[in-house]
Each structure stands twice: as structure tokens, then as C-alpha cells.
């Protein structure tokens, strides 16, 4: 685990001795796995593991207290996700992510949504305002570029037809499905994906198994999810970290994950005797709460 | 049903001939008890003809009716297109009536009164001088609604709540004062410095600011208006302290100045020179000013930059994950209301020919954020609405003399005004929380597009 290199270029996210503390809580303990390009990674554990924290360090929303995120493009640039400023893990290190609870903006149609998306090339386009508020013509050929590619990720995600209504209309599932398409109109690297499948029913995890499927095979994005669905999760990912209480237990593909013994006793529990068997064994002594959220 | 749907489809044109029957009964009632007044003059009596009395009595009853009408439409096509909120979000495949059309026509009817207006006025009393008052209320009125198309940007896209906005204003007002005064540079060369002056405070008190949200944004712009005001009275070497500046340059039209003579506006278009052209282009230029302001925000709307901004008013951490730089378009906004303010301000300096810190108090802030609160956030029509009844409205009470009838001689309806502006405020309240159009239109839309209720829009958080 310490050989793995930060340059490996196979690996479009190389997580490396990330470590989370607030105050006096560790969060997350001296974490590293890395998330392979083109691969759907999956990052689970039970409740409180930390593993929306990890994803909160790996989209900027919070500074790392240690550790090194490394996220490589397909051209070769690096960057130290942990270096850069909030916004610019979107706009220059082409990360973008979904939220556990939905964050549209509800009050702006399903298109401006994806409208806003699109924020930096529109900008560029409008010459930062200056030229589009001139209504000069470039301006309004971006505009119409955009607004087609909008529309094709309407139509994938079989929301073409309510396109002008209200995001916050739509219902649950279509919500969640319109959230992915918003952070891929971004034209992201790594799409990072908080419990994509939480609410959804049978037919709506199929649907968006499909729907990431599809991301990965066909946008040259890479996909890391956090899920609690164990169904969707052995389906879709071609790798899986296990996290429990901040540190990882386990990592490899589903169908060893499936059989190990240390995740099984996280999920479902041990014997009496046997905790502190498995907690020597996982390397630890004090259980941490909460996980912490933005 | 069937009573419903015919009404519920009545078109502009039914409408209007509706009204206009109205209108004509009116001039009927109106010929024989209103047209004349007989007065007990020398010989005997005499009579006085009130036309423009009669004409302005049957617009009104016109405008009433069109209005009530409309009302009535939308009450009528609510309940029949739309049993439930939420419902309204689906396709229906419905043409909107005239009712629902009301907001998009309502702005183009707004602008097309406020230019004729200075016409209607001098008709309506007879002459330019005495339609004085009225071109001067209109003044009034546009400066505000300026100034609230100007906040609007702050607090309405952006969802910031700006308490001292009146601060860009002052600056505003102060530079033209000063380098008018100071420099000799005339106002067309002022205007825009004033703008970009504002506009550079609005960059420098949104620096700081901005990371504080909601009401602690809100505290520290009060208090940013403060200071500035303290600095305009306390800085006496520079700003003249209380007693202010005065003596500014007037207005030019593009350069010729508007006094008697030849070299004079009147003059040089061969017109009998009259005091009155200057307040009449002074209007001309509030309203070119005020359109300007609302014709960029328009605009702005339909930028990234709009949209950026309105998406950050729904969600600020949504809009991180997107990449926008919360920061620079929390400064942006605020920097180009500023700017709006100080082009404002420059106007009002421009206009009284005097500027002093009396002028640029909390209350003038107040007025202006209730301006846009009432309109309803982001809503450039209900913030033109608000203006007027919240600047024109305490002009309406000086003129209600008759109710001296009714209370006796002493009776003041002046010293009701702020307890009515409560009474408004409280009425509004309960029954408009978020403005008189609280409702938002999309700026793209594939197909047609459809007002978002206001339920789902948010309001901002700071």
C-alpha cells in the first residue's frame, strides 16, 4: 500500500495518507487507495465511516488536515486537489460530484440547470460579459452549443420533455438523475457521486446503473461513488474501498470485497467475543461517530 | 363551465372594448354633471369648461376597468387550469389569456406611459409650467425606480441583502459634485466616473463582506452606509461637512446649456425659451438612465453571468461544485448595482444642483430595499410598480384636501402617511409575503416559456 506512487499513470485519483480531523475527531485516518481511469470505483462502509468526508476532501469543500490528492488527466496534467481553491477542483481539475441530499437549483427550469453547468465555456464565449451583453453573434452560437448539449443529456436521461419545467417540480428520481447530468455537463474527469441510488426504486437503480454505465464507457470519465445499495454497488463498480470508522479495511474488486471477512463483520456485525479479535485486527480502539457533513 | 372557458379566453381585444364601453358611459355621466362649473362671476354666472377633467376621469375609469378585468381573468384561469401548484408545472398545452400575459405587456405599458408622460401632463393642466409638479414627481418616481432596478441586481438575482445601498448613491452624487465643482468636467464626463467610482466602493466593501451571509451581510453593509455618511459629514476640507456642496453645474444638453439667448437650447431649435425644457430633458434623462439600467439587467439575466448569479442565490454550494467562483460574481453583482447607484446618484446631484449627506440617510435605503422587497425579488415590473406607489403614493395624500371635509379644517392627511405605509406594509404581508410578481421567468427555455411559481424560488441567504 505505502510503494503505490502518486505518479501512477494508470490512476486518475491517487488518494494518498488522507487524514480528516475536526478538533479532536479523526474523521478519516491516514487513507490511500486510488481510483483507476475509466474504472467505476466505489468507496461504502456502514454509517458514519467517513466516506462522505473523503469526498468532501476530494472536491474541495474541505481542507485535508494531511495527505495528498493527486488527480491526473488524460493528457498527463496533475493536480494537488487539496491545493486548489473550492471552485477550481470543478473548473480546473475537472472533478464535479452530486450531494447526498439533492442540491438543484429548484427555483430555475431542468435546462437552466444544466445552463448553469456549462458556466466557464459560456463565460469564455461572452467574452466575461462584456461581448455578450453587445449580443454579439459568437455569444449566441455558444449559447446554442450549449444549450444542445443540454439537450442531448436530456434526452439520455429521458428528461427532454420537461426541459422548461421547474427542477424542483420533478420527482425524486429524475431530480437524482438530472443532478449527474448537470455535474457531466461540466465535461468532468472523475464524477464523484454521493449515494446516487438512495430513494430510488428497483427500476430507477437500474436505470441509473445503465446511466453510469454509459458515463464510463462513452464520456472518457471515471466514475467514484459512495453507496449503500450493495445491489447497485457489486452490479456497476469495477473496484471497491471499503471504509470503516475513517480507515480502510478493505479494497479490491466486488467479488473479493463480497467474501471478506473483516467487511462482513462491519456490516452485519460480529460476535461479542469476537470484537476486539476483529478491532486489533483493523487496527483500532476508539470507535468515532458521525461523519460530518458540508 | 362553458361560462368559465369563454371567459377564461377573452383576448386583449375584448378586453380593451369592454373597457371602452366603460369609458364611454363615463363621458356620458361625466358630460352633463361634470363638464362645466358654474362660477357666480361678474355678470352673472359663468362658466368654466373642465374637459381635460372629464377626459382624465374617463381614462381612469378605463384603466380600472381593464385592470379589474385582468384581475379577474387570472382569478377565473387559475382555478380552471390549475387545481394545484404543482399541477401548473405540467405541460397543459394551454394559451396563456390575457391575464397571465399581463407581466410580459406590463413593462412595455410602463415605459410607453413614462414617455409620454411629460406630453399627458402638459395637456392634462394646460401648458408646460404648470405641469411641473407632475414631470417633477415623475422624476421622483424614476429616480426610485432606478435606484430599485439598480438593487435588484444585489438583492433580487443575486440574493444579497444590501441595507446601504444608498452609500453607492452618495458616492455617486459626491463625484459629480466634486469633480464638477473641483475640475470643472462637465456631467457627461462625470456620469460615467460616477458609475465606475461606485462601482470600484461596491468592489472594495465587497471584499471583505461578502464571506459573511444573511443577516450579518446585512449588518455590515447598514454599517458600511453609515460610514460613508459619517466620512461626508466629518470631512469637511473635502466634502463641505453638513452644509454640503452646492452650486453645481446644470445639465447640458450635450453641451448647450439650457438658458435664454441664442446660445441657449432654445435658441439654437428656435423655441421661445422656457425654464421648463430643462426639468422636461431631466426626465427625458432619468428615464434613459432608469431604461438603460433595466434593458442591461434584462440582458444580464440571459449571460452566464445572470444565470450565475441566480443559481447562487438558489444554492451557493451547488454553484462551488460547478466551478463558478462564488466570490468574483457575489462581487460582480455588487459592484454593477453599485454602479447603478452611482449613476443615480450622479443624477440626483445633476438635478437639485445641491448635495449634502441629509440626503443619503438609512431611510433612503429603507425605502429603496422595500421598493424591490414589495416589487417582488427580481421582478423588473413589480419593482417599477412598487416605485410608483411607494414614492407616488405620500404624493397622492397631500392632494386629498376633500377629506378636510369629512375630518374638518384641521385634518392633515400628510401626518397619516407613515401610519398608511404601515398599514400597506402589513396588508402586503399577509397577502403578497413575496412581492407584488414574486413569480420568475426562465431565461431559456426549447419551448414556450413558463413563469416559475414562487414556491420553488428561493429568496438567498446572503
Partial sequence: MATRRPDDPDAVLTVDHLTMRFGGLTAVDDLSFRAR?????????PNGAGKTTVFNCITGFYRPSEGMLTLRHADGAAHLLERLPNHAVNRRARVARTFQNIRLFSGMTVLENLMVAQHAPLMRASGYTLLGL????????????????????????????RADDPAG??????????????????????LCLDEPAAGLN?????DLARLLRHIRDEHATSVLLIEHDMAVVMEISDHVVVLDYGKKIADGPPREIREDPKVIAAYLGVEDEEIAEVDAEVGLTIPVAEEARP | MAAAQTRASASPAAILRDAGLFALAAFGLCVPIVSYRTDLGNNGLELTPRWGLVAGLCAAVFVLRVVQRLVLERRAARVALTPSPHQASEPVGAEPNAGQRLPRLGLPLFVGFALFLPLIAALASGGLSPARYWIDLGILILTYVMLGWGLNIVVGLAGLLDLGYVAFYAVGAYSYALLSTVFGLSFWVCL????????????????????????????????????????????TDVTGGAAGITSIPRATFFGVPFKAGPDGFSGLFGLAFDPMHRIV????????????????????????????????????IACRSLGIDTTKTKLT?????????????SFFAVRQGFVSPESFNFLESAIILAIVVLGGMGSQLGVAVAAVAMVGGPELLRNLGFLKAVFGEGFDPNEFRLLLFGLAMVAMMIWRPRGLIADRMPTVALGRRRAIGKDLVREGHG
Fill in chain 1, 37 to 45: 481511469r475509466g474504472d467505476i470505483t466505489a468507496l461504502i462502509g
Fill in chain 2, 192 to 235: 460615467p466616473l460616477a458609475g465606475l467610482f461606485a462601482g470600484l466602493w461596491g468592489v472594495m466593501l465587497g471584499f471583505p463582506v461578502l464571506r459573511l451571509r444573511g443577516d450579518y451581510l446585512a449588518i455590515v453593509t447598514l454599517a458600511f452606509g453609515e460610514i460613508i455618511r459619517l466620512v461626508l459629514i466629518n470631512w
Fill in chain 2, 333 to 345: 453583482a455588487f459592484a454593477l448595482g453599485a454602479m447603478f447607484g452611482g449613476f443615480a446618484g
Fill in chain 1, 202 to 206: 428497483p427500476r430507477e437503480s437500474a
Fill in chain 1, 169 to 190: 417540480d420533478l420527482p425524486y428520481g429524475d431530480q437524482r438523475r438530472l443532478e449527474i447530468a448537470r455535474a457531466m455537463c461540466t465535461g468532468p474527469e472523475l
Fill in chain 2, 281 to 316: 430633458f431631466l426626465y427625458y434623462l432619468i428615464l434613459a438612465l432608469a431604461l438603460i439600467t433595466s434593458l442591461v439587467t434584462l440582458r444580464l439575466r440571459r449571460l452566464p453571468l445572470g444565470r450565475a448569479w441566480e443559481a447562487l442565490r438558489e444554492d451557493e
Fill in chain 1, 134 to 161: 453587445l449580443g454579439l453573434p459568437g455569444y449566441r452560437r455558444a449559447e446554442r452549443e450549449a444549450v444542445a448539449k443540454a439537450s442531448a443529456w436530456l434526452e439520455r436521461i429521458d428528461l427532454l420533455r
